[in-house]
T-cell receptor, first 110, second 112 residues
């Protein structure tokens, strides 16, 4: 079993939809949780960062962490065509390299 | 503000040729990383350097060598390129291992 599991998609939604992206993990030592966004032919860039269970909101984006279930989610409200990208979850124990999910490819159709 | 700079952006090699991918960061970060990204495989860590003077193997180190030239620069060398090394290579840096990573724009490498 991989340390981090992420549904690769692709996921296609209409503009304005609520998008839910998810990752599960097996290592209970993970403390820090991140979501990266990667546009086509570009490098990943940090979108959200959290280190505790609960929700963190930033504009149309909400990151949710449930450590008891070893499950993290990214919600995108009022999705836009500009949100079309690959979204990668990442996590770590604090002093080791990040462990990435394989990424979910999202397309938002106008 | 340049961040992480990778050169070259594109490269085509023949099987058996060698080349070095260059990476430099201007954020005074201690840790640097090399990844490869292949369709359906996500980002896989090749090597990383937690600090100047140290390097460690990642998930897929075979066929690669690295050099942490100084705090700013971390290079990746393919001594004898193989078609299986056709990929997109990303360099990243962080203030310390495990922190938020900042990525370069990538190098697209094709080995024929």
């Amino acid at each position: 079993q991989k340390e981090v599991e992420q549904d690769p998609g692709p996921l296609s939604v209409p503009e304005g939809a609520i998008v839910s992206l998810n990752c599960t993990y097996s290592n209970s030592a993970f403390q820090y949780f991140m979501w990266y966004r990667q546009y086509s032919r570009k490098g990943p860039e940090l979108l959200m960062y959290t280190y505790s269970s609960g929700n963190k909101e930033d504009g149309r984006f909400t990151a949710q962490v449930d450590k008891s279930s070893k499950y993290i989610s990214l919600f995108i409200r009022d999705s836009q065509p500009s949100d079309s990208a690959t979204y990668l979850c990442a996590m770590d124990e604090g002093n080791t390299p990040l462990v990435f999910g394989k990424g979910t490819r999202l397309s938002v159709i106008a | 503000n340049a961040g992480v700079t990778q050169t070259p952006k594109f490269q085509v090699l023949k099987t058996g040729q060698s080349m070095t991918l260059q990476c430099a960061q201007d954020m005074n970060h201690n840790s640097m990383y090399w990844y490869r990204q292949d369709p359906g495989m996500g980002l896989r860590l090749i090597y990383y350097s937690a600090s100047e003077g140290t390097t460690d193997k990642g998930e897929v180190p075979n066929g690669y060598n690295v050099s942490r030239l100084n705090k700013r620069e971390f290079s990746l060398r393919l001594e004898s390129a193989a078609p299986s090394q056709t990929s997109v290579y990303f360099c990243a840096s962080t203030p310390r291992t495990g922190d938020i990573q900042y990525f370069g724009a990538g190098t697209r490498l094709s080995v024929l």
